[in-house]
Every structure is written in structure tokens, then in C-alpha cells.
């Protein structure tokens, strides 16, 4: 395929898929299948295209608006190759739970395939005129397929959503204005893009300029920006007040994919933009990130254990584990200290644990969206962590693949959940053991939350209205195992992932200035 627009293709492959599946009525969510399946296959080519030294690949660059400092700039390494192969397969997870959609599907599978063409440019984009626009793609159909086929709530859940999210969007719009204005001398425009960017703030450079135009004092007003916009989209504490509503009014598939994917695009806009750029200012200010990110770990944990509806618990749930990210990466701002091997094994092992609990997190928590959407199809609606009990016995099947699912969660050894949250710690402690060791509480409360799920799911007397729960028939099967079994395969080969990844990772750590 040499010589094709590979990324580009990608990211407009969802488009058509879109403006196909809107005409298509009942047959929408078979298009929806079809394009998103090819989109998986695209993604994983890519997977194997990248470069060996960990720098970026595929890149495609056209002029566009030169004076203002756009360009069409698009490039993928280890950590946006593989967030394009999760975008993939979430989507693809999405599309197939969502087979009971009966009002409008044309525009709800429409819909959902913008979206994902809008995670897949966020991924790829390399500069911030091109990157915000699917930014803010990607949060238009969001909104609409809650706002559309939410909950009893939808409303003010959509709203809230819309809102928090798009503050966040004006905050890094602002800051990279700033960014744009301190970079323009009489000789050149001003840059957005952000290798360039990146290479100005490693030298110094950067601040200086924004300091000459702005202020000494603005640099840090700008991180403190962009780390609020990011923060929002994680979501971290206390940005995270959005999500329980929004996760538990929203239709399961599309849960799974706020969840599973979105999320990501806060850890990645942290990795890509934040970190490279206001890595100094990050440093600066470590401590207090460290402490909202443990609480945001052990917080997400407890806010878990107080829920009785499942969605809610898998929403905090998921801003426990996200949390871990934010320790990681917040960790790794210390300045480097010259012949300090053991310093750079820590970073490199937080850095690639960070990366990892990314693709992990969205492949486990997106099935556990999914088996609460089968819990409720099967039911009648229920999905209340008292309205079940004993289903491993009418449905051993369910109760078999759907614990496996929880026991990733947990981070049992042996499962995909496990490796991501270990090499994590591995980093972390010997960068900030106290915010390490306060965070194992997370761990610890956690086990318990996913213990109680089960024990109250699958265990006990069987309640009236699930005495025929019918176990998985054959298509349900199919569509699970693949899920299943990647987190089997990662579990037992972290290597798959690890050794990819990397070659980015330390080539990220040879670039960044703290």
C-alpha cells in the first residue's frame, strides 16, 4: 500500500460508512458492522507498519493554511497506532451490542461511525488546527446519542456532558492561541504543530517566547489549561463529576464507547500535548497533580463501593483505574538526573504501563458496558446490583465469560488487567513511593467492589424475573469470545503490546524536559 494516504483513509473510511448507513434504515447496523470491521483490519496494518526506533510513521504533511500556522500534518508511533487498534475494536464492540436499536438507526449508526472517525483523526492529527477539529468531532455525536437513545435522564446528563467538555475544549483552545501568538516573529508565522512545539519547549525555547510576549508567569497559566482540558475528558477528580450521569443515561453500546475509547482521548492529549509542552510547568506543580491523581484513584474506588446500580459502579470504576494513568504519568515529571539508569527503568516502566492500562482498560471496561447491556435486554431493564443472584446456574456461560471480564478489572494475575496496573506501580514507586502506596488502597477497595458484584450476580437464590435468564445463544458467543480471549492473550503475553510500544516510549523520554 505504499504510497497511499493510509491514516487519511482511515479516518474517512467511518465517513462513508456513515453517509451510507443514514440511507440504509434497517439494514444500517449491518453497514455500521461491515465499516467498522475493515477499520479494525486498517488499524491493525498500521499496527505493523511502524517504524522500529519508536518515532513516527505514516506521516503525511500538506500546506494548508501556512500564514496561520495550519498544516495537514498526520503521523502514528507505538502510543497512536495503538489507540487507533482500540478505537477499532470498541467501536466494532459497540456496533455488534447494539442490535436492538429500533428508533432511527440509520442516524444513530451514522452517528456513532462520526464519532469514530473522530477518535481516529485525534489520534493521528499533528497539529492543533486539524487535531481540535476532530476534538470536537468526536464530542458532537457523543452528546446526540445520549441526548437521542439515553435513559429517563438523558437530558441533563447529555447537557452536562456537552458542557463540561466543551469547557474543557475553550480552555485548550485559549492556551494554544497564546501558543500561536508567542510564536510569531516578523520573520515566520506562528506554529500549532505540535512536533515543532514539542522541540521548542525541549530546548527552552518556548517558554522563553511565551514569556517575552505574555509574561514570565503565563506559561504556567497555559499548562494549567490545557491540563484542565484534558483533565476533563479523563476524567480526573474533581473534572470526574459528569461521568456517573452520563455513563449511566447513555445507552450501554454507547457507554462502551465513552468508556472505552473517549476516555483515552484525555490520557492521549496528556501524552501528546501536555507532557511534551509543559513538561517543565508540569514538574513544577507535581505534588498537587500527584495528590489529585491519588485521590482520583482511591476516590473512584469508594464513590464504586457506594453504588447500587451496575452502570454507576463501572463508571467510577473506570475513573479508578484511569487514575492509575494519571499517577503514572504525573510521576514521571522529575528532572532527569544525568547516569541515573535506575531513574530512567522507572519512568520507561510507568511510561509503558500507562500506555498499556490504556488499551486494557478500554478493551475491559467496554465488555463489562456490554454485559450489562445483555443483563438488562434479558430482564426487562434491570440492572441494579441487588436485582440479580444465582445466574451461574441458569447461565454458566454468561457467568463464565462475563467474570473473566470482572477479574481483569480486579487485575488478577494471568489476565490483561493485571500487567498494565503492575508495571505502573513498578514506575511509581521508586518516583513517589507515598503516592504509591496511598494508592493501593484503590487496589484494595476495588477487589472488594468486583468481589461483591459477583458474589451478588452469580451466586445465591434466583429472583422471579431472572428465573428463565437464558444463557449466551451461539451469535452472542462468537461475538465475545474474540473480546475474551484478548484478554486472556495479553494477559499471558504482555510482550505483544510491550515490545511495540517501547521504542516509543523511550524515545518520548529522550524528548521531554521536566
Not at 478505537?87 to 459497540?94: D, K, R
Not at 489520534?123 to 499533528?126: P, V
Not at 480552555?171 to 497564546?178: K, M, N, P, S
Given at each position: 500500500m505504499?504510497g ?7 479516518t474517512?473510511l467511518p465517513l462513508?460508512g456513515a453517509?451510507i448507513?443514514v440511507?440504509?434504515?434497517k439494514?444500517a447496523?449491518?453497514v455500521a458492522?461491515?465499516t467498522?470491521?475493515a ?5 491493525l496494518?498500521?499496527?505493523t507498519?511502524?517504524p522500529?526506533n519508536?518515532?513516527?510513521g505514516?506521516v ?6 501556512p ?14 497506532a495503538?489507540?487507533?487498534v482500540l ?8 456496533v455488534?451490542a447494539?442490535?436492538?436499536?429500533h ?5 444513530y449508526?451514522?452517528?456513532?461511525l462520526v464519532?469514530e472517525?473522530?477518535?481516529?483523526g485525534s489520534?493521528?492529527?499533528?497539529n ?10 468526536s464530542?458532537i ?5 445520549i ?7 438523558r ?5 452536562q456532558?456537552?458542557?463540561y467538555?466543551?469547557a474543557g475544549?475553550v ?8 501558543v ?8 515566520s508565522p506562528?506554529?500549532?504543530d ?7 519547549a525541549?530546548?527552552?525555547t518556548?517558554e522563553?517566547?511565551?514569556?517575552a510576549?505574555?509574561?514570565s ?6 499548562a494549567?489549561?490545557v491540563?484542565?482540558?484534558f483533565a476533563?475528558k479523563?476524567p ?7 461521568l456517573?450521569?452520563a455513563?449511566a443515561?447513555?445507552?450501554s453500546?454507547?457507554?462502551m464507547?465513552?468508556?472505552g475509547a473517549?476516555s483515552?482521548?484525555?490520557v492521549?492529549g496528556?501524552?501528546?500535548i501536555?507532557?511534551p509542552l509543559f ?12 495528590v489529585?491523581a491519588?485521590?482520583?484513584?482511591v476516590?473512584?474506588a469508594w ?10 459502579v ?12 494519571l499517577l503514572g504519568?504525573f ?8 547516569g541515573?539508569?535506575?531513574?530512567l527503568?522507572s519512568q520507561?516502566?510507568?511510561l ?6 490504556m488499551f ?18 434479558r430482564?426487562g431493564?434491570?440492572?441494579?446490583i441487588?436485582?440479580?443472584?444465582g ?8 457467568a463464565?465469560?462475563?467474570g473473566?471480564a ?10 490483561n488487567g ?6 505502573i506501580f513498578?514506575?511509581v514507586?521508586s518516583?513517589?513511593?507515598v503516592?504509591s502506596t496511598v ?7 476495588t477487589?472488594?467492589?468486583?468481589l461483591?458484584?459477583i458474589q ?13 435468564f437464558?444463557?449466551l ?9 474474540p473480546?475474551?480471549?484478548?484478554m486472556?492473550l495479553?494477559?499471558?503475553?504482555p510482550?505483544?503490546?510491550v515490545n511495540?510500544?517501547?521504542p516509543?516510549?523511550?524515545d518520548?523520554?529522550?524528548h521531554w524536559?521536566f
Open positions: 505504499s497511499i494516504p493510509i491514516l487519511t483513509l482511515l474517512v462513508v453517509a448507513a440511507v440504509s434504515g439494514h447496523r449491518g458492522i461491515l467498522t470491521g477499520c479494525v483490519a486498517l488499524a496494518y498500521i499496527w507498519q511502524l522500529l519508536g518515532s513516527m505514516l503525511e504533511w500538506h500546506a494548508w493554511a500564514s496561520l500556522g495550519i498544516e495537514y500534518h498526520l503521523g502514528v508511533d507505538g502510543l497512536g495503538l489507540m487507533l478505537s477499532a475494536i470498541v467501536t466494532l464492540m459497540s455488534d447494539a442490535h436492538r436499536v428508533h432511527q438507526p440509520g442516524l449508526f451514522a452517528l456513532v464519532l472517525s473522530g477518535l481516529f489520534f493521528t492529527a499533528l492543533f488546527f486539524h487535531w481540535f477539529l476532530f476534538w470536537e468531532l464530542l455525536p457523543a452528546f446526540f446519542l441526548k437521542l437513545w439515553g435513559g429517563a435522564r437530558g441533563p446528563a447529555a447537557t456532558f456537552f458542557v467538555t466543551m475544549s480552555a485548550l483552545l485559549v492556551a494554544f492561541l497564546a500561536f501568538v508567542s510564536t510569531t516573529t516578523a520573520d506562528g506554529t500549532m505540535f512536533s515543532r512545539l514539542a522541540f521548542l525541549s530546548t527552552g518556548l522563553s517566547m511565551v514569556a510576549h505574555l509574561g508567569h503565563v506559561m504556567m497559566w497555559l494549567a489549561g491540563l484542565a482540558g476533563v479523563v480526573m477528580f474533581p473534572f470526574h463529576t459528569w456517573p450521569a455513563y443515561e447513555a445507552p453500546p454507547v457507554t464507547l465513552l468508556t473517549m483515552k482521548m484525555g492521549y496528556l501524552l501528546r501536555a507532557v513538561g517543565h510547568q508540569i514538574a513544577q506543580i507535581r505534588t498537587p497533580l500527584l489529585l491519588v485521590a482520583t484513584v476516590m473512584g464513590a464504586a463501593a457506594a453504588q447500587k446500580d451496575l452502570k454507576r463501572f463508571a467510577y470504576s473506570s475513573v479508578n483505574h484511569l487514575g492509575y494513568c504519568i510521576a514521571l515529571a522529575v528532572p532527569f538526573s544525568a541515573d539508569a535506575g531513574q527503568t520507561a516502566a510507568a509503558n504501563g500507562v500506555i498499556l492500562q486494557n482498560h478500554g478493551i475491559t471496561a467496554a465488555a463489562l458496558f456490554w454485559f450489562v447491556a445483555l443483563l438488562q435486554q430482564t431493564g434491570h440492572r441494579g441487588d436485582d440479580f443472584g445466574l451461574r446456574k441458569p447461565a454458566p456461560v454468561f463464565g465469560l462475563m473473566i470482572l477479574f481483569s478489572s480486579l487485575g488478577l494475575p494471568g489476565l493485571f500487567v498494565g496496573e503492575f508495571l513498578r514506575g514507586f518516583l513517589a513511593w503516592a494508592s493501593i488502597l484503590g487496589l484494595l477497595v477487589a472488594a467492589v468486583i461483591t458484584v451478588k450476580v452469580f451466586t445465591g437464590p434466583v429472583p422471579e424475573h431472572c428465573a428463565g437464558p444463557d445463544h451461539t451469535g452472542e458467543r462468537m461475538a465475545l469470545a473480546v475474551i480471549g484478548l486472556l495479553i494477559g499471558i503475553l510482550g505483544l503490546i511495540s510500544v517501547n516509543t516510549v523511550l518520548l523520554l529522550r524536559r
